[in-house]
């Protein structure tokens, strides 16, 4: 049975940890899904993780379809959760309610992540009234990056500490089903936690958030490039080996062997043709 918001208020409340990963391919999700993930975020992190991009602010609504699309039909049991790209509800409550649906009809999502807090509080109370399950995602905020200069952790003064703290009462009061805290200090991210009746999910939070999120690609060693503080590697698939060992093996001759080829029981014809 797929995993509901409901299912993730009970594991707050017994403190049976979430486990969220970013991932954006059929058989990425196939292989989530049935190792038991709860939810699979279809991450606006592809722009930079498959497509290349240096940010994630260039990726469409039309291309995160896509990937929504290939993650929802691999997944039997655990959540899909569509993150909104950059400016498909930035605009107004209207174009978020259009987008979200789209993610929901077409994608078939089981919900949407929009980034930011109180600001974007009356576009969370939208898209609930729609029934539509919304996880907040406050902190680093990747889409703000030209404005908040960087990728830097987030709450570090008193002030924006607090601010963190109000804006995740504003976006839990608006009806978001969760929150996400990225690059936010362990112990604020613990009160924040403690406040909150919703699930909290950290990416760079520290340990005593409710559940955790890290790129697929991250986890197993499968992205060669830049690695934050807060990503462990649980695996290394690193495959420049596998494609140094294909390229020999094919210049020497050794591959395809006999063992990987089709042959004919009477072949012998085949060499009077011309």
């Not at 918001?5 to 292989?31: H, L, N």
Request: glycine share 8%; with cysteine.
């Amino acid at each position: 049975m797929r995993k509901s918001i409901v299912d993730f208020k009970k594991q707050k409340e017994t403190q049976d940890k979430i486990t969220m990963v970013a991932a954006y391919d059929y058989p990425s999700a196939k292989a989530l899904d049935e190792a038991g993930v709860d939810i699979i975020l279809v991450g606006d992190s592809v722009a930079m993780v498959l497509l290349g991009h240096e940010d994630t602010l260039s990726v469409s609504v039309e291309e995160m379809l896509i990937f929504n699309k290939a993650v929802s039909r691999a997944s039997q049991n655990a959540f899909v959760l569509a993150d909104m790209p950059f400016m498909s509800y930035q605009s107004s409550t209207y174009d978020a309610l259009q987008n979200a649906a789209k993610f929901i009809k077409i994608g078939r999502a089981n919900g949407v992540k929009l980034e930011g807090g109180r600001e974007f509080s009356e576009c969370i109370k939208a898209l609930s009234r729609a029934s539509i399950p919304v996880v907040a995602h406050i902190g680093l905020t990747p889409q703000a990056i030209n404005a908040m200069g960087g990728y830097k952790v987030q709450g570090k003064s008193k002030e924006a500490a607090q601010k963190l703290i109000d804006d995740a009462k504003a976006v839990e009061d608006a009806g978001a089903s969760m929150v996400l805290m990225e690059c936010v200090p362990s112990k604020l991210a613990k009160k924040i936690t403690e406040i909150l009746q919703v699930p909290t999910i950290g990416i760079g939070a520290g340990k005593h958030c409710d559940g955790q999120v890290l790129v697929y690609h991250d986890f197993l060693g499968l992205h060669q490039g830049f690695k934050p503080k807060f990503v462990r590697k649980f695996a290394d698939l690193n495959p420049n080996e596998g494609i140094k060992a294909y390229i020999n093996a094919v210049k020497s001759g050794e591959f395809p062997s006999d063992a990987h080829s089709f042959s004919l029981e009477n072949d012998e014809w085949i060499e009077q043709l011309y």
